[in-house]
């Protein structure tokens, strides 16, 4: 059975990144982070969910993100590789944060990710 907690560690991880390559559209306050242990998956190391517009309208919220980071899969690597999967992850979330997804493909490719993980260590040097 998959067990949940928080993870205030991918929290803190995100907001820097989110502040510091001025991902403004992200709203901080509607992102949830949790750590998984005892998935089956054997490659993915995180992913993120949303409800759907029916929920969110359903529930009268606004959308709200969940990265989800799993443990067997994100504790062990490096810093540098946890930076760039949480990349990935805030990548998915659309301009008009709407509850939507941005699919992957240009918006969402190693290169970018590498791009944007290059810019935040560059973000520390100023």
Known sequence: MIQYSKASDVRDLAY??????????????????????????EHTRARIH???????????????????????????????EKEKVVIHELLHVPKGFSGGFVSHGPAISKHRIESLHQAYHESFRE
């Not at 820097?16 to 998956?41: A, C, E, P, Q, T």
């Not at 759907?52 to 810093?79: F, G, K, M, Q, T």
């Open 16 to 41: 820097s990144i989110v502040d510091r390559l001025n991902l403004m559209h992200v709203k901080k306050d509607r992102l949830l982070f949790y750590r998984s242990m005892g998935s089956r998956s």
């Open 50 to 80: 949303g409800l759907s517009r029916i929920w969110n309208d359903a529930l009268e919220i606004d959308p709200i993100y969940v990265i989800e980071v799993i443990s067997e899969r994100y504790d062990n690597l490096p810093d540098h």
